[in-house]
């Protein structure tokens, strides 16, 4: 018997749509995870005195 490759899902956006939502959150918060961060109160400063 040939093993298949599975290589797509379909899923019921009305039905899962929060849940697809989350997961791809949760993908998309995994690929930052190596990236620089700054400080809350950096953000708000620079963009208080707009750079």
Known sequence: ????KK???VIDIQTY???L???LDGLEVES???????DFD???ERIRVGV
């Open 1 to 4: 018997m040939k093993m298949v």
């Open 7 to 9: 290589t797509a899902v």
């Open 17 to 19: 749509g929060e849940e």
């Open 21 to 23: 939502e989350d997961f």
């Open 32 to 38: 930052r995870q190596d990236e620089l961060r700054e």
């Open 42 to 44: 950096t953000v708000i």
